[in-house]
């Protein structure tokens, strides 16, 4: 027995907390001949897009190469936020008006989520509970103080600056050197949410097969014919909505999502009074590092989840959980010797110019790359996409048809992110030593 086997609870499991209430279904439903749209990938994304087309009175079918919602719909943080960071860089690439258009999506994704939960009247423990982003050194503090005011102004967030003599009313540590409070972010059981949109989406008359994988979608004169590890459908269109696991089944899109593992434990359950010390608004948190820790209280504000990027190598749960675990004790040194009861893992999207995207490719509509932020977002490109398909006249999103770029060195399989992420890793180390 090593040292870090102290750390785990003996009911300890690799699996995401999220699963011993509401787990992914199998759904080995055999596959229909013939539908008016095949979606693939059964995440907030594919299940939102499905939803939207069932109600129109199309016949749709959801295809999952795993078990419906085995990705990281049901793997996640549950951390909503509205107001992705749209890097400054892209207002000279995408202009002005479409720089805009960005910005205004991106808010837009987590009011449209706010309200998608309310119209379908979803309880998923969703709290507008806001987001405390602790700045990892003085410098990331001022960044913060100047990217405030454009948060405000811009994109219309309440923002709140907490420097560090006040930090003790956000959270329990002295890790950081002040931050800063979103209102506009919540956080929801990410498990319960899929769930309920899964079943919103079958009342609507939709279909799930889990366990077929696509492995082909070739043109044919009426549309398209959809090749499975189970059988082929004829479809008369396709929406491609795999994000993190994006592979074969669409060459393009998988040459253009750069996908990532994060790590996340889930302690066992604390105090009540530690809680309050820990986290006493209840917040969302964060912080201001380039390879960033992001955690929260479970829904019953009973425990910890605590994610990042534990490695950059294929690692383990049980090994990345050792990692996060100093990580998180880095933070609260309170929670030395507690033990952990869940670790898991799961893929994140991201892309070459850090935006997400959706679109057409080759007549196939796609939609993904949602930065490791996509609870509302995928939610969001899913429903956009599903507008554009009844009607394509629709008014169109913000993010649909960006120039998406790949590199020329890059097939899907990130070779390049250990040397990417260390360096990340140092920058981060170097600013809060320096206070840069
Ligand atoms: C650990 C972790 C923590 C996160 N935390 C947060 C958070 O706190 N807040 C937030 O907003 N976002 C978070 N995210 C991101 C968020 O979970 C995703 O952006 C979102 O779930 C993406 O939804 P999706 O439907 O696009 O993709 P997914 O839910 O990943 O679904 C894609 C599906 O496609 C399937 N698939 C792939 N290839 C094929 C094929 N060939 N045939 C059939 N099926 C296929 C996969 O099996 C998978 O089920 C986190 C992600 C991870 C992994």
Redesign the pocket.
Known sequence: MSASDNIFHPDFVVQPYWWDANPPTEERNPLPSKVDIVI????????AAGLELARSGLKVCV????RI?????????????GGLKVPEAMRSKLGAQRFNLVQRDSVASFTHFEEFLKRENFDISYQRCGRFTGAHSRGAYRRQERQAADLVNKMGLTVTMVPESRQHEEIGSDFYHGGMVVNESGGID?ARYHRLLREAYQAAGGTLHGF????NIAPTAGGFTVT?SRGTIAATQVFV?????????MPYLQRRIIPIT???ITTEELPPELILKLNPNKRMLVDTKRILY?YRLTPDNRRIIF?GRASFRDVNERESAGSLYQFMCGIWPQLQGIKLTHA??????FTFDHLPHMGVHEGVHY??G?Q???????TY??HQTALKIIDPQSPRCGFDGLPFSSNPLYYGKPWFLPIVGNYYKALDRLEQRTGW
């Open positions: 693939v990938g059964s995440g907030y994304c594919g299940l295809l999952d190469s795993g919602g085995e990705g990281a719909s049901t793997r996640n943080g549950g951390m909503v936020s990410p077929a994988k696509v492995e499975t909505a795999t994000n993190g696991y994006s592979g074969s089944a994060s790590f996340v992001w994610g898991w893992k799961g893929n994140v999207a939609a993904g949602c490791g932020a996509g609870v509302a977002m995928a490109l899913g």
